[in-house]
């Protein structure tokens, strides 16, 4: 399963979005596009990335920009994996 793949389950997932987030691509804009998507759900998104991909994002690493699209999420997704 790729990246893009896990990635919307997660945001399907920590957003409650029922099957919405399973059919989005790279270009699908997050923040103030998706309701759900709030700061608190920001925190949640991060752990649960985190956990899933055995990853750590640092708080220097998230900005607005990381959660433009989920295009933005699936490459630092992806950068942290090659690290």
């Known amino acids: 399963m790729d990246v893009l793949t896990n990635v919307n389950r997660v945001l ?13 691509d790279h270009g ?19 752990t649960t990335l985190e956990e899933r991909f055995g990853i750590g994002i640092g708080d220097d690493e998230v ?6 699209t989920v295009g933005t999420l699936v490459a630092l997704v992806e950068s942290k994996l090659a690290d």
């Not at 699908?28 to 991060?46: F, K, N, Q, R």
């Not at 900005?63 to 433009?68: R, V």
Request: charged letters at 15%; glycine letters at 14%.
């Open 28 to 46: 699908t804009p997050l923040l103030g596009a998706i309701p759900e998507l709030d700061s608190m759900a920001v925190v949640s998104l991060i």
């Open 12 to 24: 399907d997932e920590v957003l409650s979005l029922g099957g919405r987030g399973l059919a989005f």
């Open 63 to 68: 900005d607005g920009q990381t959660f433009a």
